[in-house]
């Protein structure tokens, strides 16, 4: 049974990673394209109508999705009592938004925000329809098909946006991204998907999974506030210009680490919940899983960090290097993000919900602090607070899980430790190399400054004998051999 669980959780994060490479990479060009077309504002704009995506779908999958993968067994009635409250939710929620649009309109001074919400916040309902459908293909470690169905929709969504965006379309092609990347997606997931609507909508079954389900929404509720909130008062406070560097920041940070953070937490969540009784295992997965993440995305944010300049000017050219200082301090929240999800993915395993909620409570709290601090005082502050924010919120939740594992402090800090200080080192180098390489061409000196951190992190990590590196290399041969 435990080899089995290990080969299928090792294919599933395979094709969940190759996606997820594959996707950003088709994001990243679609992003650099529409992004010399468009203008600023156009992402402000859609940055604001944002923060209510997120909520609402949030408040839209109500914590079920997370409850079902976690059951032992799922009847057809579960799942219709979920795809009930799913579209009764994304309904509601789609109406309630799309009245108030006018009012946002109004106070953001913006009038397209009118003509925009009704289709942008389409991508509610839309989704609600494929929940239980990409749940059940991940209870059934159906990873291969989820992760093709993602990649398509991703392209579909990608040359439509182009398309949209050669033909002058400006933030409509934002809008036909977001849209038909949630309309593909679901319609290939019911395509692919075993349930076809069996079952009744049955009000026991659905108060069963509610109390669990209820506590990681709330949580998730004032997660999702709290990573988006800052759009709206940067949009306010500052300008939509602004609002559009530094939305775009966070979008470029986003490719690489909501990639990492969806393939290994869709995975590893299942994957931890088979082993949760067997405590031993369990500790050294979730350090093991830790340290990997770590060993991969450290040096990555970092490195992106340190060649924002030259990145921005071959992606983006020279209209978007107001963004390059809010990215170079962005970049460093990706370091910590991916860890506290980890975290938390122990606490959904483990707990009942409600420590989660108690927990949020105490980090929201701090968070508020940080935002009231950094929100008057200027941008680059946001951006430095949301730093600080996702360092305390790893350091919270891995706090938490302590009650549940037997990974202490100390071993997860030696754990983490020798990226941390690689990570340093090459991030030194490699602005070294860009202060002496700055009046050959961006591309040339992206590339060198690329090639000297790869150098300097793999030969360090190989002389040191770094422990990170040989899972690495071992886990890439498993799946490899796979």
Known sequence: MGEKLVHRVATGVAWSTAEKLCSMLLQMGVSIIVARLLVPEDFGVVAILTFFTAVSSTIIDGGFSQTLLRKESVTNDDYKSVFAFNMTAAVVLYALFVAIAPLLARYYNLPIITSVAPVLLLVMPLNAIGIIQNTNLAREFRFGVLSRINFIAS????????????????????????????????????????????GRADKRAWCEMAPFSFRLMSTDIVSAVYGNISQLFIGKIYSADTLGYFNQAQKIKDLPVQSAVLSVQSVTYPAL?????????????????????????TPAMVGMSA??????????????????????????????????MLAYNVLKVHSNGSIIFR????????????????????????????????????AVN???TR???????????????PTLLLSTA?????????????????????????????????????IFRVEALREFITTLKSVLKR
């Not at 997606?185 to 692919?192: A, E, G």
């Not at 949760?276 to 995305?297: G, H, P, Q």
Request: some cysteine; hydrophobic content about 60%.
């Open 155 to 198: 392209m579909v969504a990608g040359v439509v946006a182009v398309a949209v965006a050669l033909c002058g379309g400006g933030v409509w092609a934002l809008v036909a991204q977001r849209v038909c990347v949630v309309a593909t997606k679901s319609l290939l997931l019911w395509w692919r998907g075993d349930w076809r609507g069996e």
């Open 426 to 462: 090459i991030y030194l180098a490699v602005k070294v190399v860009g202060h002496y390489s700055d009046t050959i061409a961006p591309i040339w000196q992206l590339v060198s400054q690329v090639a000297v951190g790869v150098v300097i992190y793999t030969l360090g990590a190989w």
């Open 273 to 297: 919940a088979k082993i949760k009784d067997d405590t031993a295992k369990f500790a050294e997965s979730y350090r093991k899983v830790l340290m990997i993440s770590a060993f991969v995305m």
């Open 403 to 417: 009650r549940y594992t037997a990974l202490s402090w100390w071993q997860m800090i030696r754990t983490l430790l």
């Open 359 to 394: 927990l949020e409570l105490v980090k929201r709290a701090i968070m508020t602090v940080v935002l009231a601090v950094t929100i008057p005082h200027s941008t680059m502050a946001i951006a430095w607070g949301l730093v600080a924010m996702t360092l305390v919120e790893f």
């Open 307 to 340: 060649v924002a300049e030259p990145l921005f000017k071959v992606m983006l050219g020279e209209k978007w290097l107001p963004t390059v200082p809010y990215f170079e301090v962005i970049a460093l929240s990706g370091i910590f993000y991916p860890l506290a």
């Open 398 to 400: 891995f706090a938490a």
